[in-house]
């Protein structure tokens, strides 16, 4: 059987609140009941709940709200899926929104300390491929996946990453604590206990894999009753790494079918999801050219042990140099790199440095550059 979840053109999450909820709880209601091998057809919402719009200029992504994401779409009550199992979700297809964007927010992304103005690219997505007015002899192709899936926390799950995450916050971390502002539902309790979805955790969530295109499974520890299924954060293609904070991000139509694995994740002491890739996504390794940097644990003549972020950092910042020489903007260039670069760990064991590789692909531009031709002879 095959159902569908649909949501309402040009509203908000918080204007749907019964299928629609931008926080992690156990209480909040499904939207849907389905059983085990039916077909969900389910709507999606952008990440940033239709606030970025296509009208040229910055303002937009100046004003933006980051309350209010992720929104969701769901939950999805599966019948008979108790705490233990493993709820298996099969992605079927994804159907691409015509408009995309990818922008660049104050304050977010890897290199925040580095971008602090916003940016904006508007995408148009059309016959499997992305383009843009704002980034001239670029041409993107399509490898759609939803960055957030995820099921419902129980509530000691809930409570042991709220408070995880408050030691790191009273660390110094980066972390955005529970916050009823924005929150869907607003009611209480659920607006000022709800976590962010902002990061991934055991029950899923911000994955970001872009490996979990039409083709692939995951499976997710099941907490709740029902597991409670939720998806949203839509991507037409991303880089490993999504490193500027956003993909080329959209609204979609995706097909689900789910199962259950009784006592899996008990059984195979499954504590995060687990995942079977797609294999289009996996052949995306194989482009026609590609040019590779690297980077490893050394910048601006500091050293230190060991330490992966820094030299993906370095690695990043290589990338960004090569195509400002190919002659973009570092504003560009730090897109290009978040939609398409893959950033890959080389190696860990090499003391004191690791290395991190970043791989352009050539194929994404109409016309390669000539300074970036010359390095794939």
């Known amino acids: 059987m095959t159902v569908k979840l649909s949501i309402s053109p ?25 059983d085990p091998g039916d077909i969900v057809e389910v709507e999606t919402r952008d990440a940033l709940d239709g606030q970025i719009t296509s009208s040229p200029g910055f303002e937009d992504v100046s004003k933006a709200d980051l309350s209010v994401v992720h929104p969701l779409t769901g939950p999805i009550y599966i019948r008979g899926a108790k705490p233990g199992d493993l709820l298996i979700v099969e992605v079927l297809d994804i159907v691409a929104d015509s408009f995309g964007f990818s922008v660049i927010i104050p304050g977010f992304g890897f290199l925040r300390d580095i971008f602090p103005k916003p940016f904006k690219v508007r995408w148009e997505i059309k016959g499997g491929y992305a383009s843009s007015p704002d980034l001239p002899n670029i041409r993107i192709p399509g ?15 809930l409570e042991s990453i709220r408070r995880r995450e408050e030691d790191l916050r009273a ?9 009823p502002r924005g929150a869907v539902p607003s009611k209480e309790p659920i607006a000022s206990e709800g976590l962010r979805t902002i990061p991934p955790r055991e029950n899923g969530g911000n994955l970001d894999v872009r490996h979990l295109s039409p083709g692939s499974k995951i499976y997710f520890p099941v ?9 949203g954060d839509a991507h037409f293609a991303q880089g490993d790494g999504e490193v500027c904070g956003t993909a080329v991000e959209m609204r979609a139509k995706g097909m689900f079918r789910f199962y259950v694995i009784r006592e899996g994740a008990r059984k195979y002491d499954i504590k995060f999801p687990v995942f079977k890739p797609s294999e289009h996504s996996l052949r995306r390794f194989t482009w026609s050219r590609t040019v590779a940097v690297t980077g490893v644990g050394v910048i601006d003549d500091r050293n230190e042990s060991e330490n992966a972020t820094l030299s993906a950092r370095h690695a990043l910042l290589n990338i960004v140099s090569l195509l400002e020489k190919a002659g973009y903007t570092r504003e560009q260039a730090y897109v290009i790199a978040s939609v398409a670069v893959d950033l890959r760990l080389s190696q860990l064991v090499d003391v004191p440095n690791f290395t991190v590789s970043a791989f352009l692909p050539l194929d994404i ?7 970036l031709l010359d390095l794939a002879l």
Do not use: Q, T
């Open 143 to 157: 490898d759609p996946f939803f960055g957030v899936m995820g099921v419902a926390p129980s509530k000691a799950l």
């Open 365 to 371: 531009f109409v016309e390669p550059p000539r300074e």
């Open 171 to 179: 660390r110094g971390g980066y972390v955005l604590p529970p916050n």
């Open 223 to 231: 907490f709740v009753d029902g597991a409670l299924f939720s998806v």
């Open 10 to 34: 040009g509203k908000m999450c918080a204007d749907e609140p019964d299928k629609c909820h931008n926080r992690w709880h156990p209480d909040i209601k499904p939207a849907l009941e389905v």
